[in-house]
């Protein structure tokens, strides 16, 4: 085989300004529902309703930051890929509801202690993940796939949430 004299090139170009505000609005809503969270993760009325399949809670900070941080690649990823203005901003509003619903589910569930709501809410968020992978499957097949773990581990969270409705 003979090889060409040319050096293979990655033509990759990270936006930095772009990225760092995708890391910023994404953890920004991790923030939020840890706030949300910790002092109820703890307590006696969590401990009374939690599922037995439940993971031990030092697993959470570690699945949601690894979810988080493929979030925010999914994010810059679409967006940086981004051509058509319409397309644009259904991304961006889909991504923002998404991470609202996200936001919300802490508040109903651990600060409203209100699983059933939390449920309701989880199904709507169900429905953004899969709307989020829709849209961003049509920008970028690598900022879709970043989402299949959130879609993943939502489903299990359902599962959780479902189970501990009394």
Known sequence: MKKSGKKSKCNFKIDWKLFITCLVIVYSVAII???LTMN???SSWYESIRPSITPPNFVFPII???L????????????????????GL???LAFGINLLL????SFFYFYLQNPALAFIDLIILLASIIFMIYITRKINK?????LVPYLVWIIFAGLLNYLSIK
């Open 90 to 92: 259904k991304l961006k």
């Open 102 to 105: 996200n936001v919300s589910w």
């Open 142 to 146: 690598k900022s879709a796939w970043l």
């Open 68 to 87: 988080f941080f493929l979030i925010t690649f999914s994010l810059y990823f679409a967006l940086s890929s981004v051509k058509n203005k319409k397309l």
């Open 64 to 66: 949601w930051n690894i």
């Open 33 to 35: 529902g840890s706030l």
């Open 40 to 42: 109820n993760v703890n």
